[in-house]
């Protein structure tokens, strides 16, 4: 990494992934606005990378964790969360309120620090390493995502459409 200060964003990721003694790997690139890109600039295939979804359920924020190569099935999302018609995305005005310290759009999948729950597709457990967004739009983390899943103790649960 050049000799910049730390993002924010970036700094609560990597002091609380320190905090909780996991191995990871930050990986700086371009800025880029999507998973797919992310995962492109990375040199990492896109089933490889996770990007983070944030849904509004009533008053509070949920994420869902997917591959970059897969879409979202809300009506499973919905299911595993136990959440009622009322769970959809959320707006980018309710990200920047309640996911403050991280850029829009570049949400990592770490529920513990915003906080909340999540859910985690199993897929991502597939692969010895994940690649996913370390809170603003030019750096990305590299983590074996049963350390992820140890940290953050999501649901973990098939979401995505078929």
Do not use: W
């Not at 390493?129 to 750096?139: A, E, N, P, T």
């Amino acid at each position: 990494m050049t000799g910049e200060p730390l993002s924010p964003g970036l700094a609560t990721v990597t002091r609380y992934l320190d905090e909780q003694g996991i191995s990871y790997e930050v990986v700086e690139h371009l800025d880029t606005y999507s998973a797919a890109d992310e995962a492109r600039a990375a040199g990492v295939p896109p089933d490889h990378a996770a990007k983070t979804i944030a849904l509004h359920d009533h008053d509070r924020l949920r994420l869902a964790v997917i591959p970059a190569s897969r879409r979202l099935d809300l009506h499973k999302a919905r299911e595993v969360l136990g959440a009622r018609s009322s769970l959809r995305l959320a707006s980018e005005e309710e990200m920047a309120s309640e996911a403050a310290g991280f850029e829009v759009g570049a949400l990592p999948p770490l529920g513990p620090l915003l906080p909340a729950p999540e859910i985690v597709d199993l897929r991502l457990l597939e692969h010895e390493q994940i690649l996913f967004s370390g809170g603003d739009h030019r750096h990305s983390v590299l983590i074996d995502p049963n350390d992820l899943v140890e940290i953050v103790q999501p649901a973990v649960a098939d979401i995505c459409v078929d």
